[in-house]
Nanobody, 117 residues
Framework: VQLQAYGGGSVRSGGSLRLSCAASGSIFSFNVMGWYRQAPGKQRELVATITSGGSTNYADSVKGRFTISRDNAKNTVYLQMNSLKPEDTAVYYC????????????WGQGTLVTVSS
């Protein structure tokens, strides 16, 4: 499985960006796709996840500002980020999790989001 992320960039505080991530390879019908981020000097943290059935989960810090969605036919996950804050600055990684006997996690290459004040 390979993941290709797009859409990072620089934006001013209060602005918006949209990330997308396309998965290819041996993808099972039930999986969880999501976004994680890692700021300089910090550990990687969950941003949002969405199951193939559409159930979502968000970090408290992004609730009400970010929206995760997916297109199952395209194996693509999106992250619409609104009202961005400087503390959202990080490298964003897309993830695909699927379980076949055991759990497998796949990661994209990361895309940098920079929010200036």
């Amino acid at each position: 499985v390979q993941l290709q992320a797009y859409g990072g960039g620089s934006v001013r505080s209060g602005g918006s960006l949209r990330l997308s991530c396309a998965a290819s390879g041996s993808i099972f019908s039930f999986n969880v796709m999501g976004w994680y981020r890692q700021a300089p000097g910090k550990q990687r943290e969950l941003v949002a996840t969405i199951t193939s059935g559409g159930s979502t989960n968000y970090a408290d810090s992004v609730k009400g500002r970010f929206t995760i969605s997916r297109d199952n036919a395209k194996n693509t996950v999106y992250l619409q980020m609104n009202s961005l804050k400087p503390e959202d600055t990080a490298v964003y990684y897309c993830n695909l999790e699927q379980t076949v006997i055991r759990r497998y996690d796949y990661w994209g290459q990361g895309t940098l989001v920079t929010v200036s004040s």
